[in-house]
Nanobody, 116 residues
Framework: QVQLVESGGGLVQPGGSLRLSCAGS????????MNWYRQAPGKERELVAG????????SYADSVKGRFTISRDDSKNMVYLQMNSLRPEDTAVYYC?????????WGQGTQVTVSS
């Protein structure tokens, strides 16, 4: 059974940091590009960051460049999102996503709230 389980969300003050983790199981993790998406209330889900399956090249939404860092550890079937200098507009449910040709999996999401 395929599973993606996110953790690490919570409440943080503006300017603070959080590290999200996503554990994958039930599929060949290393063959999949891994992504983090987020969805704020009343808004569409948006791609925040992605990391490729080979070489580990990463990409970011303009809104998080320089503040967020995505990384992966294929030996542990884990992907991470380090979020620094958090802003209230980063408040959203963050979802882990695994993608390969003709196959895609989603986690259940973890809430991140940035507020003073």
């Amino acid at each position: 059974q395929v599973q993606l389980v996110e953790s690490g969300g919570g409440l943080v003050q503006p300017g603070g940091s959080l590290r999200l983790s996503c554990a994958g199981s039930g599929f060949t993790f290393s063959l999949y590009a891994m992504n983090w998406y987020r969805q704020a209330p009343g808004k569409e889900r948006e791609l925040v960051a992605g990391i490729t399956s080979v070489g580990g090249g990463s990409s970011y939404a303009d809104s998080v460049k320089g503040r967020f860092t995505i990384s992966r550890d294929d030996s542990k079937n884990m992907v991470y999102l380090q979020m620094n200098s958090l802003r209230p507009e980063d408040t959203a449910v963050y979802y882990c996503n695994a993608k390969r040709t003709f196959r895609e999996y989603w986690g259940q999401g973890t809430q991140v709230t940035v507020s003073s």
